[in-house]
C-alpha cells in the first residue's frame, strides 16, 4: 500500500484541497498501487513506480488504449490532468488518472453475470482486441522484454528451471506472423473486467505487449478455471468456458490458426503464474494461505504432464 503522504499529494495535484486520504479507498493492483477516489467526478488513480515503469511504456499503454476506444471498444480511459497524463509525485513515483467506468467487477458467485453470455461477450471483446492490433501502427514491448524472462531463478526447484528453460526454448521458434501473433492484454482475467447491463468493459492494459494471440485467450480460460476448486469439476467447467469463450472470439478474430497453441500457452501459464509469484511476492507479508497455494502449484507443475490433464481444443 501507498502511504497516506503520497495519497494526499495525488488529491492536491488533482485539486482537491478539501479532501482527505480517506476518500481514497485501494482496490487492487498486483503491489496495492490502483486507488479510487469518491470525488465529483469518481476517479481511479494508478501509482506507478519508475524502477518497474517507464514513462515512455505507460504513455505507449495510453495510445493503445485510446486506439481500442477510438474503434468502439468499450475500455478504461486515461484523463489529463493540468494538461498530462503523467502526473509526477517523486523521483521515483508518478500516477495516472482515469475515469471511473461503469459496471461492477465480476461476481463469481452471482450466476446471472457469470454464465455462457459474460464468457461470449469476453472473447468476443478480445477476439476485437487481437483484430485491432492488425491495424494498429504504434508499439507495445515484445512479451521477452519483460523483467520476468530475465532475472536469475537459481533459488527455485531445479525441475520447475528446467521447465521454464523448455518453455522459452520452445516460445522462441514460434510463429510470429501477424495472424497469430500481435498485441495482446496480457492479463484479461475476470478481476479485469466491468460488467454493466449486458455490456462488459476491459480495464488495466499494463501488461499489454506483443505476444501470441492464443496465450491471451489462454490466460482467461487458466484464470476464469481457477474459479472452481474441484480438480475434475474445474476441467468441466473450463471446457464449458471454452466453448463459449472461443465462439464470442470468432465473430472477431479468425480462430483457424490460434485453436492449435492453446492447450500449450495454458500450462505455460501456470508455470508462469508459479514462477511470478515466487518472484514477486512480498515475502515479509505471505500468508499461510499463499505458501499452500505455492505449494500446490510446484507440486502439479512437476507431477502432472499438463494442467488439466487433457486437451480443451479437440
Avoid at 166 to 172: C, D, S
Avoid at 182 to 192: A, E, K, R, T, Y
Avoid at 247 to 253: E, H, L, P, T
Wanted: charged fraction near 25%.
Amino acid at each position: 500500500m501507498v502511504e497516506n503522504s503520497v495519497l494526499n499529494q495525488i488529491l492536491d495535484g488533482l485539486g482537491y484541497t478539501s479532501y482527505t486520504s480517506s476518500e481514497i479507498r485501494l482496490i487492487g493492483g498486483y503491489f496495492g498501487n490502483v486507488y479510487e477516489i469518491d470525488v465529483e467526478v469518481p476517479l481511479v488513480i494508478k501509482i506507478f513506480n519508475r524502477e518497474l515503469d517507464s514513462e515512455e511504456d505507460v504513455l505507449s499503454e495510453i495510445e493503445w488504449t485510446q486506439f481500442l476506444s477510438e474503434h468502439g471498444l468499450s475500455v478504461i480511459e486515461p484523463i489529463l490532468v493540468k494538461g498530462l497524463y503523467i502526473n509526477n509525485l517523486s523521483e521515483k513515483m508518478f500516477f495516472v488518472a482515469y475515469k471511473r467506468a461503469r459496471g461492477k467487477h465480476i461476481d463469481i458467485n452471482n450466476k446471472e453475470v457469470w454464465n455462457s453470455k459474460l464468457f461470449n461477450l469476453w472473447g468476443q471483446g478480445m477476439g476485437t482486441m487481437h483484430s485491432l492490433s492488425k491495424l494498429y501502427k504504434g508499439k507495445r514491448p515484445e512479451w521477452h522484454k519483460q523483467e520476468i524472462y530475465q532475472v536469475n531463478l537459481k533459488d527455485l526447484d531445479p525441475k520447475i528451471n528446467d521447465l521454464w528453460d523448455n518453455y522459452l526454448a520452445e516460445l522462441k521458434t514460434m510463429s510470429t506472423s501477424k495472424d497469430i501473433y500481435g498485441i495482446i492484454h496480457g492479463d484479461l482475467h475476470q478481476q479485469n473486467l466491468l460488467y454493466d447491463n449486458g455490456e462488459v468493459t476491459f480495464i488495466d492494459c499494463g501488461d499489454s505487449e506483443c505476444g501470441w494471440f492464443a496465450y491471451d485467450i489462454a490466460i482467461s480460460i487458466y484464470h476464469a478455471s481457477q474459479s472452481i476448486e474441484e480438480k475434475e469439476n474445474r476441467c468441466k467447467f473450463a471446457t464449458s468456458f471454452c466453448q463459449s469463450f472461443m465462439d464470442g472470439y470468432a465473430k472477431a478474430n479468425p480462430t483457424s490458426e490460434i485453436i492449435n497453441n492453446i492447450d500449450f500457452f495454458i500450462n505455460f501459464r501456470h508455470l508462469y503464474s508459479y514462477v511470478y509469484h515466487n518472484q514477486y511476492l512480498d515475502k515479509t507479508n505471505v500468508t499461510k494461505k499463499q505458501l499452500d497455494y505455492l505449494d500446490e502449484m510446484k507440486k502439479s507443475l512437476i507431477n502432472q504432464t499438463s494442467y488439466f490433464e487433457k486437451s480443451l481444443i479437440s
